[in-house]
């Protein structure tokens, strides 16, 4: 048995989990979330709690089983506290702005990068050299934060780019020069 899908899910106060045909529905004081899951798997809401079985030991029905759950259980989370990304820019002379709702950088490119917020992602710029992006949906806030780093990621020589804070950057020594004679 999935060690992670047979752990119930709790409901916490304020929050509404809706299932139809497997079409979740949870509406939190954050937003609204809805997916739908393999009609295979079978999620009961009862007494404040979320459990997902499966119907057997297939492989197949063995692998949805803890994805299921933590799935739901990211729903649950991100419709009442919500997720977020932090990233810095190392590097001289790069830096971030917000513009409205798109996130404009400068990166050591010819041009400026411009990123639009989308999927009820909102993006923050508090210093110059932060990004903060945060919403409800766990998979959005990752991709969109993903692929801001993908726009410069950090370089192991000097160690310049986007990376996410706390990242450890493995550095390299650079070309060793000819020795003097």
Not at 117 to 125: A, F, K
């Amino acid at each position: 048995m999935s060690r992670i899908g047979k752990s119930p899910i709790s409901v916490p106060a304020g929050v509404d989990v809706k299932n139809e045909n497997n079409m979740i529905t949870v509406k939190g004081p954050k937003g609204e979330l809805v997916k739908q899951y393999s009609n295979e798997m079978k999620i009961e809401i009862a007494d404040g709690q979320i459990t997902v079985t499966r119907p057997s030991d297939k492989k197949m029905h063995r692998e949805m089983h803890g994805l299921t759950r933590s799935l739901i259980a990211n729903m649950v989370e991100g419709v009442v506290s919500g997720y977020t990304k932090n990233l810095e820019i190392e590097g001289v002379g790069y830096r971030a702005a917000k513009q409205g709702n798109k996130l404009v950088l400068n990166i050591g490119f010819s041009h400026q990068v411009i990123i639009e917020e989308r999927d009820g992602v909102t993006i923050d710029v508090p210093q110059p050299t932060k990004i903060i992006v945060s919403g409800i949906d766990k998979q959005a806030v990752g991709q969109i934060a993903a692929e801001i780093r993908r726009t410069r990621p950090p370089e192991p020589y000097k160690g310049k780019g986007i990376r996410y804070v706390g990242e450890y950057i493995i550095r390299k020594e650079g070309k060793a020069g000819k020795g003097s004679n």
